[in-house]
């Protein structure tokens, strides 16, 4: 085996995935706290609009924020991947790339923020009042996007190196920084939709804060000075260009499929919109929940491709699936059980109350059917395979605009959520027929002679 980085023998497996994957889960399930406490405290402010503004707004941020997702995946794989061969001079030279696009990317979005609020919003559609209460979260919030998205980097080199405890602590930071800001703004200082857009955006800069201080202490040590052309080289370049590529457009499907629910749930009046944002939120924790089992999978699948061993691949892709279906048992039965009760803490309104509760069986489905797609997508970018993660996505999507324009017409908004799960569905069916190829292309290393 190459590289010095020891693989968990086979029947230390469960620990160690579960060693990586509890913190990990732990970490992601905070960061849907952010959208929550927005979503909580705009749904005590008065109306549905205001709900809805603060999830359109939301939205758009999705798009954003997490269409640049490939700064955080992409740097996983390729961190995971230089850790498992022992490669610290490219492990350091991966995050000085990916921070490098972080804020190249983050610049450009500051300087077209106007029209790209303005264009985003009045695509998604929505009542005006939805909509100027979402153009004022956003304006406030956008002014972090360069911040925002050099986290991902942060967050993908520390999952990439397996320190998971850091990035636990550095997901807790941001969200209790969140708290803090959203109760000051908002209830102190009176500032309303702004102070909660405001409020996401002090959390995420000083995030950012908290991770460089991660970095500087984290990173190799003792190693040459890192060059510019060491960070510029094409071949390096070329890679991490088409690998996020990939990602990019596979997000841009995923995020397109939301987008396109939330245009047809907007269509259905206001209490619908709100109360779709309101199952969302079920659909968001459960996500993030089971892609900590994904997370670590990228991980251990990253190094086992880097120390060239095969038998770690299977391994950690057998036991983390385990876990996962494990996981999505867990969610679906406490939605059944106490989904009221959640949807009776996001909001005071008795309409959307009514119309969430409603549709509530398919959010608790929901974990049943996306589990295979979840983590499948951490395997296949674990093996830095994003060309096939892309084109999955891309067919997901075709069948989840297909399916809701035939069932949203007779079935409403039952017709929408039907397709929303075939579309979660589809994304671990395509995937499948695909994995025996990464653990065919493991070469174990060749012998050294003594």
Known sequence: MSGDVPLPAQRGWHRR???LAFPIVLANLTQPILGAVDTAVAGHLGSAADLGGVALGGLFFNFVFWG???LRMGTTGLVAQAFGAGDRIGLRANVARALLLAFAIGAVILLMQAPLIRHALALI???GEVQRNAQTYCEARIGAAPFSLANYVVLGYLLGTQRVRLALAAQVFVNVANVIAVLLYVYGLGW???????????????????????????LPRGLPRLRLDRVLEPAALGRLVAINRDIFLRTMCLLGSFGWFAHIGAKQGDAILAANALLLNFQTF????????AHAAEALVGAAIGARDRNAFHQAVKVNLFWSVLG?????????????????????????????????????LSPLVSVWGFLLDGVFI?????????????ISLAVFLVTSWALVGTFGNHGLWTALLIFMGVRGLTLSPLLPRIAGAIRPATAQPQ
């Open 68 to 70: 640049f997702g490939f």
């Open 17 to 19: 995935v579960l060693t």
């Open 192 to 218: 309303g939709i702004a102070g909660i857009g405001t409020a996401t955006a002090t959390a995420d800069t000083l995030g950012f804060v908290f991770g460089a201080v991660v970095l500087r202490y984290q």
């Open 125 to 127: 559609g929505a009542s």
């Open 328 to 364: 999505a048992l867990a969610f679906s039965a406490i939605y059944w059980v106490a989904g009221s009760w959640i949807i009776e803490q996001l909001t005071n309104q008795a309409d959307v109350r009514t119309a969430a509760e409603r549709f509530l069986p398919w959010a608790a």
């Open 382 to 394: 674990g093996a830095t395979r994003t060309r096939e993660l892309m084109r999955s996505m891309a």
């Open 286 to 293: 459960m996500a993030y929940g089971l892609d900590g089992f």
